[in-house]
């Protein structure tokens, strides 16, 4: 299992959504979508941000922030990695209160499913 937001982390993932897409089982609801993840108090040799795009409907994932974001999350890192390694759900991150959303909260929802390829992709 590659290392959260390392090099080959971001790799996997970015070859696991579009191997989704070819599959058929990526969702195709949404064509375009720019979030932001920042992530808090995360390690000085991890990226404190990642950007999660939709273009045309194609997905990738990448270290850093973007400017034009439709939507930013902000999240602890610890919250983060345990999201993608499935030991803590959005729902819990949700009705507790760990995170702080800006722009539109419905793109959100409708990028669940891809979030959940990265997930299943990237843990073991």
């Known amino acids: ?3 959260f937001l390392s090099d080959e982390w971001f790799s996997t993932s ?3 959504l579009a191997k989704a897409e070819l599959d058929g089982a990526a969702p195709s609801e949404v064509r375009s979508a720019l979030v932001v993840l920042e992530l808090d108090d ?3 040799d991890k990226p404190h941000a990642m950007t ?3 273009k045309d409907g194609h997905a990738t994932v990448a270290s850093g ?3 034009m974001a439709d939507t930013i999350i902000r999240l602890r890192f610890a919250d983060a990695q345990a999201l993608v390694e499935g030991s803590l759900t959005s729902a819990d991150v949700l009705r507790e209160g760990r ?3 800006r722009g539109d909260v419905h793109v959100i929802v409708s990028l669940a499913p891809w979030f959940g390829v990265l997930r299943e992709n990237t843990t073991s």
């Open 65 to 67: 922030d973007h400017l």
């Open 99 to 101: 995170l702080k959303v």
């Open 14 to 16: 970015n070859a696991a």
């Open 1 to 3: 299992m590659p290392a």
């Open 52 to 54: 999660f795009e939709i």
């Open 42 to 44: 995360g390690p000085n």
